[in-house]
């Protein structure tokens, strides 16, 4: 039900956008987690679909921003300065109609996109 796209190779301190385009009806928290070779899957940003709020990890906060298409039902994030260590999978995900979970742990979605890598070469 979540498509991802946008992933590439880049040098420090370039910039990429991640789409997620929503197949089907899902909720309104939506976020983007990331994982690193060899490291467990964190939380990199999450929106409000209805509230246009967002939220941020504190490693990315200032460079990466989370924003949404209704026309379209697209999530985007826009990285931004780009560092070696943002080297990872990146995905997209959501929260079920009426599910308020916690918006920083995975555990609380239910839908997930396939992945997308973004490279960072130093």
């Known amino acids: 039900q979540l498509q991802a796209s946008g992933g590439g190779s880049v040098q420090a301190g370039g910039s990429l956008r991640l789409s997620c385009v929503a197949l089907?009806?899902?909720?309104?928290?939506r976020g983007w987690f990331r994982q690193a070779p060899g490291k467990e899957r964190e939380f990199v940003a999450a929106i409000n679909w209805n509230r246009e709020s967002t939220y941020y990890a504190q490693s990315v906060e200032g460079r990466f921003t989370i924003a949404r298409d209704r026309v379209n039902n697209t999530m985007y994030l826009q990285m931004n300065n780009l560092k070696p260590e943002d080297t990872a999978v990146y995905y997209c995900?959501?929260?079920?109609?009426?599910?308020?979970?916690?918006?920083?742990?995975?555990?609380?979605?239910?839908?997930w996109g396939q992945g997308t890598q973004v490279t960072v070469s130093s």
């Open positions: 995900a959501a929260q079920s109609n009426h599910y308020q979970g916690n918006y920083y742990y995975e555990a609380y979605y239910q839908y």
């Open positions: 089907a009806s899902i909720g309104p928290r």
